[in-house]
């Protein structure tokens, strides 16, 4: 700074003050108002202001101002402009204070042109000294100084004011804040009015505004923030990615430039350019930083190097401070996240220690199960396929005891009235054994509840002598588990501790689970059981059915009954009596009976009435059961010590008892129901196979005498058809002698012979000639039976026809019709054929109503595999009452005067009809006629 000996010390330390506390890097205006300030202290009532050189159109430019003014902004420039066109060429050394226009006018010197001037107005400005002149002109040059060295144009200060600039933008947080601190810097640093930042928000390059720093000047548009579309001409700097920098006259020249059109209310007015892009680290364009109206002059391409890199700063910054506002929302969005899932989790943690709880309750239910699992499951392996119960419960008590610790196993049975110890753990000792074995009442009060309740009752604190076991003091607890199956209780587990005095819930369940185990084994034993005997008896059925059928020795049947039954009990023996002359004999036996003297005992005939074992049942027809054999009842005792269980059963046939079948078995054994189901089924078997083999021998009997009388008949038939044949044959030829001499005597001598002597005579012709036709029709019927069948296809037509031929020709039949129908094929011999038809026939022709012309039809129908023939006649008819009659050979139901014939005809077309497996019968009303039927075989097609 230049000093100058007529402005006050004072003046100057306190400008220097100013100087120093306006020295802010980005606070020039500050700097202006606080010079003005100190010239306006000089000149009491001015008002005062700083102009400055406007770029282009020359007219100045208002930058600070203060005080009441008489004059006009617009008349104000107007004198400033003149004023300082008046000394142009801008002289570098001006006339201090010049006073034009009412106005005193400092220039600033030194700067080469003068671009810039304080003004003051002043009340009566002529009074105004010359050293108050100097001190003014003294202060505005210090100011111009001042001013210069931290206008932008220097060097070292732009670099320190980019380095301060960078700090602050990097300090601050949050995209607007940083926006707004990068527009406040940028038109700070390189010294414009008018600053924006904008960022790129499409591809267009459309920008949104998001931070505007005014100098007072543009004070109408601080808060301005229309955003340009991506068309005008930052578009340029932003697709290129390269900064631009155009005087006021170039913008406007400037292709793109688009004014602001509609928009220029909104916009403040542009005054020169800069703009710089915002690039980002990707080399992606995100916004622009433009600068607008530089304080003084235009643009230089040094303002763009700076601003470059202030936007350098800037960008990465930029995209810092998004990155940070996403990282905030993202932060932000997690936060409500983790709020979101705390309160969840609250929810969440309630419920998993609820269900935790009930899990806890399951997990110990599970295990009780699990306990009883085991238990069952132990039991299972244990017993396998094991059907005998005390074995079972001998299991039982052991799997009990191998998964308790020290306790002693009893199963109970009840017999008599008391509950007695059938099996117990080797532990119990002997005099508890002895007592438990003895028996306990059955109204032992806790063995009652068990009973009651079917359930096992679990004692804490065992009662001994409440419950009739003394010698059980010293258990402390005791479990009673009543063991039933379908077929009612069985038993009683009794489980007892002397370790506690109390069960846990692990060590009921265990008892519980094999308590069921056992019971379920029980049952299946039983079944198993039933099954078996089931299963072998009818096996044993099956076989003695097979064997029974087939026999016919009732023995043998009573030996194979008790052979099935033997098969089906453990040993023993089986013996069958039946009553005879006051004893018990001995039948049938099968198995061996033990001891020499009571096999000789049995074999010399027990006596009826002193052997109950056979008297019983034979008496009661009932069986006798005896599961604890009565010995010596039947024989003396001795004999039978090795005889235990023994069944008598009768053996009835047709209602009668027959005998007494006898079991004995060795081993001591009550008969359950299923041996007594076995053993009446196989007697009642017995019974019935005895009564078929008495049929069937009585059916054999039979049989066999109707085959002898069969026989007998067949022989004595035969004799008679022989002595038929012979007669007739034989008898020929008299009768042929008989009648012809009888007929020659006639023609010869009968004139000689008296009435008396021609009728004997006549007598004895027709006799013979009878005769003859009896023997004829004889020796035809015999030979029906001698003779061998030529059956072939026959045409029965044709066989009708030579008999018609034939019948037609007798006297007496010239005027007969006798007619056919189409008549069929049949299996037949001709001949005998034949013989049917003419007998039938010629029967028709006989048998006719006088003065009745007779008619014969002949007819046959289809029936099955027979053809059924019809021989219909007009003629007497034959009474019902003699259809069975006049088959019957030599049966005729006429007088030889009325009706010659022989009675033999039907007999042999009833011969003749049968022995071609047909069938020949009449149907007749008296007076009207006759229909004689028969059956022939159909010949084949
Ligand atoms: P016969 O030699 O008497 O004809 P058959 O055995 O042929 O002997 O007949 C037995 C009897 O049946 C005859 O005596 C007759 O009374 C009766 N008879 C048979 N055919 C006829 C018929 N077509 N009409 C009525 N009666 C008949």
């Not at 144009?153 to 601190?181: C, F, K, M, P, Y």
């Not at 009565?630 to 090795?642: F, M």
């Not at 004139?751 to 029709?777: A, W």
């Amino acid at each position: 700074m230049s000093g100058s000996p007529t402005l006050p010390d004072v003046w100057l330390k306190r400008l220097t003050e100013a100087f120093e506390t306006a020295g802010a890097p980005h606070s020039s205006e500050s700097l202006l108002d606080a010079a003005l300030e100190q010239a306006l202290d000089l000149l009491p009532g001015a008002s005062g202001e700083v102009w400055f050189a406007g770029p282009d159109d020359g007219l100045p430019d208002l930058q600070v101002s203060s005080g009441a003014w008489r004059r006009a902004r617009e008349e104000r420039r107007g004198a400033v402009h003149r004023t300082l066109q008046r000394h142009a060429p801008r002289s570098v050394h001006p006339e201090p204070g010049l006073f034009d226009e009412g106005l005193l006018l400092f220039p600033f010197r030194g700067t080469g042109e003068v671009h810039a001037a304080l003004v003051v107005e002043v009340p009566g400005a002529h009074a105004v000294t010359r050293e108050q002149r100097l001190a003014l002109q003294t202060l505005t040059d210090h100011l111009a100084a001042h001013l210069s060295r931290r206008s932008p144009g220097n060097e070292s200060s732009r670099l320190r004011h980019l380095g301060q600039a960078a700090v602050r933008i990097n300090e601050i947080q949050g995209l607007q804040a940083t926006l707004d601190v990068i527009t406040e810097e940028a038109r700070a640093l390189i010294g414009a009015h008018q600053a924006v930042t904008s960022l790129t928000v499409s591809a267009d390059w459309a920008q949104a505004v998001t931070a505007v720093s005014m100098s007072d000047k543009y004070a109408p548009w601080q808060s301005y923030a229309v955003p340009p579309d991506g068309s005008g001409i930052y578009a340029l700097v932003c697709q290129g990615n390269t900064p631009l920098r155009l005087s006021q006259a170039e913008l406007e020249a400037h292709p793109r430039w688009r004014a602001f059109g509609p928009h220029a209310q909104a916009h403040p007015p542009m005054r020169g350019w800069l703009a710089v892009p915002l690039v980002g680290r990707d080399g992606q364009n995100i916004g622009l930083i433009q600068l607008s109206d530089r304080f003084t002059g235009d643009f230089t391409a040094e303002d763009q190097d700076v601003l470059v890199q202030l936007a350098l700063v800037a960008a990465a910054r930029v995209e810092n401070a998004r990155l940070y506002d996403v990282a905030q929302e993202e932060l932000r969005r997690r936060e409500q996240v983790e709020r979101d899932l705390r309160a969840l989790n609250d929810g969440l943690e309630r419920r998993v220690n609820e269900r935790t709880q009930q899990l806890e309750v399951a997990a110990r239910q599970l295990q009780d199960q699990v306990n009883a699992l085991d238990g069952f499951v132990a039991f299972h392996e244990a017993v396998g396929t094991q059907t005998d119960v005390l074995a079972l419960v001998q299991q039982a008590a052991g799997v009990i005891r191998a998964s308790l610790a020290h306790v002693s196993v009893a199963y109970y049975e009840r017999e008599s009235g008391l509950w007695k110890a059938r099996v117990w753990s080797e532990d119990i000792l002997p005099h508890v054994v002895a007592q438990i074995q003895a028996g306990v009442p059955e109204d032992a009060p806790d063995f009652a509840r068990a009973v009651q309740s079917e359930a096992p009752v679990f004692i804490d604190g065992w009662e001994a002598d409440a419950n009739s076991l003394s010698s059980t003091a010293s258990y402390g607890a005791v479990a009673l588990t009543p063991v039933s199956t379908p077929g009612g209780l069985r038993g009683m587990l009794a489980v007892g501790t002397q370790d506690a005095r109390v069960w846990t819930d692990r060590e009921q369940a265990i008892v519980r689970s094999v308590g069921r185990s056992l019971e379920l084994a029980l049952e299946r034993a039983e079944v198993t059981s039933r099954l078996q005997a089931q299963n072998a008896v009818l096996e044993g059925f099956a076989h003695l059915t097979r064997d029974l059928a087939t026999q016919r020795d009732p023995l043998v049947i009573v030996r194979r009954a008790q052979e099935v039954m033997l098969s089906l009990l453990p040993a023993g023996y089986a013996l069958y009596y039946t009553p005879d002359a006051g004893r018990w004999r001995n039948r049938v036996q099968v198995g061996d009976v033990g001891h020499r003297d009571l096999q000789a005992f049995i074999d010399a005939g027990p006596l009826i009435g002193l052997t109950p074992t056979v008297d019983v049942p034979w008496q009661s027809r009932a069986p006798y059961y005896q599961d604890q054999y009565a010995r010596g009842s039947d024989t003396p005792p001795e004999l039978v010590t090795h005889v235990s269980t023994a069944a008598s059963l009768p053996v009835v046939v047709r209602d009668e008892v027959v005998g007494v079948l006898v079991m004995v078995l060795f081993q001591g054994r009550p008969w359950t129901s299923t041996d007594r189901v076995v053993l009446e089924t196989v007697v009642g078997s017995l019974g019935l196979a005895l009564e078929r083999a008495e049929s069937v021998a009585l059916l054999a009997q039979r049989t066999e005498q109707l085959e002898s009388s069969n026989a007998e008949l067949a022989r004595s038939n035969a004799e008679l058809e022989q002595f038929a044949y012979v007669a007739s044959h034989d008898l020929q030829a008299p009768i042929r002698a008989v009648t012809s001499f009888a007929s020659m005597i006639s023609r010869r001598n009968g004139e000689q012979l008296d009435e008396r002597g021609q009728l004997y005579l006549r007598h004895i012709i027709d006799s013979g000639e009878h005769m003859k036709n009896l023997v004829d029709d004889l020796l035809a019927f015999s030979r029906l039976h001698t003779q061998q069948l030529a059956v072939q296809p026959v045409d029965s037509r044709r066989v009708f026809d030579t008999v018609l031929h034939r019948l037609s020709a007798v006297p007496g039949n010239e005027q007969a019709q006798i007619t056919r129908t189409d008549l069929p094929l049949v299996l037949a011999d001709r001949q005998q054929l034949d013989q049917l038809l003419q007998n039938l026939i010629g029967n028709s022709l006989k048998y006719r109503r006088a003065d009745v012309l007779p008619r014969v039809h002949v007819s046959a129908e289809a029936d099955g595999r027979m053809w059924r023939f019809a021989v219909k006649d007009n003629g007497i008819g034959i009474d019902p009452r003699y259809f069975d009659k006049i088959f019957v050979i030599f049966q005729r139901l006429h007088g030889r005067d009325v009706y010659e014939g022989t009675g033999i005809g039907l007999a042999v077309c009833k011969k003749i009809v049968e022995r071609h497996g047909g069938r020949l019968w009449v149907e007749s009303t008296p007076g009207e006629g006759s229909t004689f039927y028969f059956t022939l075989p159909q010949a084949p097609a």
